[in-house]
């Protein structure tokens, strides 16, 4: 185990987040002490945008600038402000600490990067292209001689960070992987404790639900298989067969668990529910210990931490005074479009969320939006009525069309090299109430009870019963018309932003008291969450990124942002139901807090089932822990090891290299696919490499630099040397893809071909370009 490894990439996590913080308090001034969780992605986005555009000419150069403009930051906002509150710092490192060995105890069982079950290959090349560039955009490792087709940002990120410690490329990818958990942790944690500290409840309670619910809980369906598991089998088969399902996974028991079972809820067919098989249709709902237990390096990973970096941003704005009117202009349109560029390049899918984020926020903030505007302009306004509102919400749609143009500015040169041609589509087949509530049940059953407890406050509990009589009403109407996530979504939707929008709970007259002149109302910005996240939700149920896999990606990528700014609501909203929900007479007080935290502990316990199985069956794989990412391959694919390692270790820069095409996700030199396995475990460019570049680019130009690789395996002479010429390839691979593919190739016939490398199964030749 690599032991002084973990101690520097942890050491260095640390001190950046201390840096960060000490800017982050001129960012959060009213929740300074809790701003010091968001000191992480504070710093890496400044680093990062540093870096991303000063690499334009240096790549080197950039990450120490980035240094350097992070600790000029910092200095500046030290004169000014008082140092960072080190009791504050020392509980958020511990958390960080905590969450960080959590994973990197989970990698060391499991540190391979293999291209089974995930993305590694593409996440690991990125990785290594990045690492090999001297300057931006890297050079795309399955496609040479053209720019990467994909957001890289978070890859980019991880690369500056290897470079900073002087990382092995095989380690820093497991090192990094457990950051950005850590990082996301931390920042659920720290705007959750903030925000229950903003509503006067429990911060470390709170702060402690989000944490636990962000970075170990699951959804609902493994504590419901497991539940039907233990009932009777008779009983088990008649539920299961009255409700058109077949029983599988964990309600067989504990031996027929898988832990990939409860990403895959969605199906084409809701009657497939519980059988989920790869040969059929399904969206993935991934959440984040599943994400981490997998193991990719993937975009929608490593933008999490970033985007409760934005959510935290709007919460200041939120807590920002309607006088402080440059303050929040500086929020919304300097600090947050940062943000939103960085997140362009990393996850292009959180994107326009940033935006959305933001416009849910001034739409719902204390401050009217029109105090945002001169005096001049404001004045003319409406200030009561329906016309009130209409401007409130155009003003917030003005304020995301804003955040989106200049998030664009930041990141103007990805846009310059993205040729995707997937489009929008719309009305794509909609999910089921049965698997809606078993992926976002856990925090729906909160925020209903949360919702239903403020009706109560506000208006009496006989009308909040009727009230919740009609939520069960408009269920199973959606239900029955197929619109399953209107129904159960939109009410809570509803209910969140009339109480967010007024002291009372009732409709408001005019601009609302900034809750830092004094006004109180029946919700905070724990609402701001709930509606973002319901409004995904509805969203991927009408519109999704027309793909060949159907809506996969547009609901496994969006309903990742749900779970993250979800579980940064549920820790405030449960924290308040346990020590604030307190309704008139005794009796019923007491009923309401026992049956409280009955509730809030049968929902941690269940939700902690997945973890509970999958983590023992994780790491109970024997085998000496070890953080190498690379080490499989001296059993998994002893007659290629060699030959990759010295690729990696003796062949510098970027020079291109042709492999076996078309390139496919399995690893099995019997199947001809290879992976691309040189390419992806080195950086060095191949021809054509996995299959994705089809989608990336388009099936023409993939296949026909396919048709390419073939001849210059096995074609005439004169049009192997034309290609090798066209394409700069230096260097060829001839290993077990190769051979199944081809069979004996004639490459090595040539003058300028020359033999430079023997071992295994690979032999490895290099193009003389002045013999050619």
Not at 131 to 142: Q, V
Not at 465 to 485: M, N, P, S
Not at 596 to 612: D, E, I, K, N, R
């Amino acid at each position: 185990m690599e032991y002084g490894l973990v101690i520097l990439w942890l050491a260095l996590y640390l001190l950046l987040s201390y840096v960060g913080a000490t800017v982050a308090s001129a960012l959060f001034p009213r929740f300074a002490k809790r701003g010091v969780a968001f000191g992480l992605p504070l710093a890496l986005t400044v680093l990062w945008l540093v870096t991303y555009f000063v690499g334009r000419v240096s790549l080197t150069g950039g990450v120490w600038l980035g240094l350097v403009a992070l600790v000029v930051a910092a200095v500046a906002v030290a004169r000014r402000r008082e140092p960072v509150d080190s009791r504050a710092f020392g509980e958020v490192a511990a958390v960080f600490s905590l969450a960080f060995l959590f994973v990197v105890g989970i990698r060391a069982f499991d540190p391979a990067i293999s291209p089974l079950a995930g993305e590694k290959f593409l996440d690991f090349g990125l990785v290594q292209s990045l690492l090999r560039a001297d300057t931006l955009p890297p050079e795309d490792m399955w496609f040479a001689g053209e720019p990467v087709a994909y957001y890289y940002g978070g890859h980019l990120l991880t690369a500056i960070l290897t470079r900073l410690t002087g990382t092995a490329g095989q380690y820093a990818y497991n090192l990094a992987l457990a950051g950005f958990y850590a990082t996301l942790v931390t920042g659920v944690y720290g705007l959750a404790g903030a925000v229950a500290a903003d509503r006067n409840v429990p911060r470390r309670l709170a702060a402690g639900l989000s944490a636990f619910f962000v970075g170990v809980a699951s959804n609902l369906t493994t504590p419901v298989r497991g539940l039907i598991y233990l009932l009777p089998e008779g009983v088990a088969r008649s539920l299961a067969g009255a409700f058109g399902y077949e029983l599988s996974g964990l309600a067989l028991g504990p031996e027929e668990f898988y832990f990939w079972d409860a990403s895959r809820v969605i199906t084409d067919d809701p009657a497939d529910f519980a059988t989920y098989t790869p040969a059929r249709g399904y969206s993935v709902n991934e959440f984040p210990l599943f994400a981490w237990l997998n193991g990719d390096l993937h975009a929608h990973m490593m933008s999490t931490g970033f985007l409760i970096l934005a959510a935290a941003l709007c919460f200041s704005y939120y807590q920002t005074p309607a006088e402080e009117r440059r303050r929040r202009l500086a929020l919304l349109f300097g600090a947050l479009p940062a943000v939103a560029g960085f997140m362009a390049v990393t996850n292009t899918w959180s994107f326009p969320s940033v935006a959305g984020l933001a416009m849910v926020t001034v739409a719902m903030a204390p401050a009217s939006p029109a105090t945002l505007l001169p005096a001049s302009l404001r004045d003319p306004l409406p200030v009561e009525g329906a016309p009130a509102e209409a401007s409130r919400i155009g003003l917030a749609v003005a304020v995301a069309v804003g955040v989106v143009a200049l998030g664009l500015l930041w990141s103007l040169p990805f846009w310059f090299g993205v040729g995707s041609g997937r489009e929008v589509a719309v009305l794509p087949d909609r999910s089921s109430l049965m698997e809606l509530v078993a992926i976002h049940g856990l925090f729906l059953a909160p925020f209903g009870l949360y919702l239903y407890a403020q009706i109560g406050r506000t208006v009496g509990t006989g009308r909040a019963r009727l009230v919740g009589a009609g939520f069960l009403g408009v269920v199973a109407v959606g239900t029955v018309v197929d619109l399953a996530a209107v129904g159960l979504v939109v009410p809570l939707l509803v209910g969140a932003w009339l109480f967010a929008r007024s002291p009372t709970g009732g409709q408001s007259s005019g601009p609302l008291p900034a809750l830092a002149d004094g006004g109180e109302r029946p919700v905070g910005f724990e609402t701001v969450l709930l509606v973002a996240g319901a409004g995904l939700v509805v969203l991927v149920e009408f519109v999704f990124i027309k793909e060949n896999v159907g809506r996969m990606n547009t609901v496994f990528k969006t309903y990742m942002q749900v779970w993250v700014l979800w579980s940064a609501a549920v820790g405030p909203v449960l924290a308040w139901l346990l020590t604030r929900w307190r309704p008139d007479g005794e009796t019923t007080r007491r009923l309401v807090k026992n049956g409280t935290t009955l509730f809030v502990v049968v929902l941690v316990c269940s939700t902690s089932v997945y973890g509970a199985i999958a983590l023992p069956n994780h790491v109970g794989r024997g085998g000496e822990p070890t953080l190498d990412g690379m080490a499989y391959l001296d059993d998994a694919h002893a007659g290629e090891a060699e030959a990759i390692r010295w690729m990696d270790r003796e062949i510098d820069g970027r020079p291109n290299i042709v492999t076996a095409a078309p390139a496919g996700y399995f690893w099995e030199p019997a199947e001809g696919s290879g992976a691309s396995a040189p390419s992806s475990l080195t950086g060095i460019p191949t021809v054509a490499g996995w299959h994705h570049e089809a989608q990336y680019r388009n099936d023409s130009i993939y296949d026909e630099r396919v048709t390419d690789v073939r001849t210059i395996y096995t074609g005439q002479p004169a049009a192997q040397r034309e290609l090798l010429e066209t394409y700069d390839v230096e260097y060829i691979y001839n290993g077990p893809a190769e051979r199944e593919r081809y069979g004996v190739i004639s490459v090595d016939r040539l003058d300028a071909v020359t033999e430079i490398h023997r071992s295994g199964t690979v032999i490895i030749y290099r193009v003389d370009r002045s013999e050619l």
